[in-house]
C-alpha cells in the first residue's frame, strides 16, 4: 500500500473512531450508571422495607444476593441472543425490561415477591456488559476498543459514587399513597425506561447506517473491522466449554481469587448504608452522602495504585498489598463504635476497589488470546457470584445474631487468604503441552 494512500485512510480511520466514541460513550456511561443505580438501590431500603412490609434481614440479604444468581444463569443464553438480533436491539430490550422490573419493586408486598423481582431484574440485566463490549469489537478498532472498554469501566466507581446522593434525595418523597423507597424504585426504574427509547434511537445498527460518519469513514471502519475479524478466524478462535478452561489449576485460582474480591465488594455495596444508619440520626439523603464517601476514596486510590504499579511492575504484589489493605479496614470495622467502623470501612474501600482493578492485568498477560474471551467470561460469572453469597450471609448473621461483625471478620480473613494466593498467579503462560492441551501464547 503506497504512502498516499495510507495516510488519507488512517486519518479517516482515527477520525470515525473518534465520531463513535463521542456517539455512544456517553450514553453508554449514563446506561451504565443507571443500571449500577437500579442493582444496589435495595442496599438503602432496608429499614424502610421491614418496617413497611416486616422483610427482615435475612430475606433482605437472600433477595439482595438472588439478583446474582439470575444474572448468572441467563448471561449465557442473553448473549447468544444478542448476536443474533444484534448488540443495538438487544441492549434496546435489556434496558426495557430491566427498567420495568426496577420499577414493579415499587409494589413488592412479602418476601416471596421480593425474592421473584431480584431474581428477575438479574435475567433483564444479563447480557449488558458483554452486549456494550460486543457492540465495541463492531464499530471500534483494537487499539480504540480498549481505549473505549476502560472509560467504560470507569463509570462503575463513578456510579458507586452518585448512586447514594440520588437514592437517598428520592427517599424524601411521599404522595399517592406511596412511600419513599416506592417513589425511588419508581423514579429510577422509569429513568431506564425513558433510556432504552434513547438506545434505540442514538444507537446504529451497522456502520453504514451512521450518517454521522462520512462515505471514506465508514470505509475505513468497516475494513478495519474487518481485517481484525479475518485474523481472529485464522488464528482459530471459537468456544471453548468451561469444563476444559477449568482443567488449568490458574484458571480456576484466578475465579477463585476474584470471587474473593467482589465478595467483599458487594458485601460492602449492600450494607454499608446500614452501616452508617448506626452512626444514628441521619437522613435518607445524609445516609446517601456518606455512602459516597468511600467509593470517593476509592476512586482516587484506583488511580494511584494504578500508577504505581504502571511504574513498579509486580502485580502481584500490588494486589497482595491491596487485599491485605482491604483486610486490616474490615477487621477494624468490627469495632462497636459505627463511627470508626465507617471510617474503617473507608480505609477498606482503598483495598478492595484497587484489586478489583489490580486484578484483570494478570489473567489477560496469562490466556491465550484465542481463548481469553471465554475464560473473562467464565471469571466474570463465578466472582459475580460473590454478589449472592455476601447480601445473604451477611443477612442470615444480622437477623440470627443482631450484628454482622462475624461476616466483616469472614471478609477479612477472606482477603487474606486472596492476598497469599495472589502470588501463586501466574501473568505469563508457559510455553508446554498443560491439562492435555497444547499451550500457545496468542499474539497481541
Known sequence: MNTAFASPAADALESASSKVKRHVLPLFLIMFIANYIDRVNVGFVNSHMQADLGIGAAAYGLGSGLFFVGYALFEVPSNVLMQKYGARAWLTRIMGTWGIVAAAMAFVWNDTSFYVLRFLLGIAEAGFFPGVVY???????????????????????????????????????????????????????????????????????????????????????????????????????????????????QIVLFCLLYFAIQLTIYAA????????????????????????????????????????SARWRFQQAWLATALVIAACGLFASTTGNAVLSFVAICFSAIGFKA?????????????????????IALINSVGNLGGFFAPATFGYLQQHTGSVSGGLYGLGVASLIAAAAAFLTRNRRPDHTQGGHAVQRGAH
Open 135 to 249: 457492540y465495541f469489537t463492531q464499530w471500534l478498532p483494537q487499539k480504540e476498543r480498549g481505549k473505549a472498554v476502560a472509560i467504560f469501566l470507569g463509570g462503575s466507581a463513578f456510579a458507586s459514587v452518585l448512586s447514594g446522593p440520588i437514592t437517598g434525595s428520592l427517599l424524601s418523597i411521599r404522595g399517592l399513597g406511596l412511600h419513599g423507597w416506592q417513589w425511588m424504585f419508581l423514579i429510577e426504574g422509569g429513568f431506564s425506561v425513558l433510556l432504552c427509547g434513547a438506545s434505540w434511537m442514538l444507537l446504529k445498527s451497522r456502520i453504514g447506517d451512521a450518517h454521522w460518519l462520512s462515505t471514506d469513514e465508514q470505509r475505513a471502519l468497516q475494513q478495519a473491522i474487518a481485517t481484525e475479524q479475518a485474523e481472529r478466524e485464522a488464528a482459530g478462535g471459537g468456544h471453548v466449554p468451561a469444563i476444559k478452561l477449568l482443567k488449568d489449576p
Open 269 to 308: 455495596t449492600f450494607w454499608l448504608p446500614t452501616i452508617i444508619r448506626k452512626m444514628g440520626g441521619l437522613s435518607d439523603f445524609q445516609v446517601g452522602l456518606f455512602n459516597a464517601v468511600p467509593w470517593l476514596i476509592a476512586m482516587v486510590a484506583m488511580y494511584c495504585f494504578a500508577l504505581l
Open 355 to 375: 484489586a478489583a482493578s489490580l486484578f484483570w492485568p494478570i489473567p489477560q498477560g496469562y490466556l491465550d488470546a484465542r481463548v481469553a474471551a471465554g475464560v
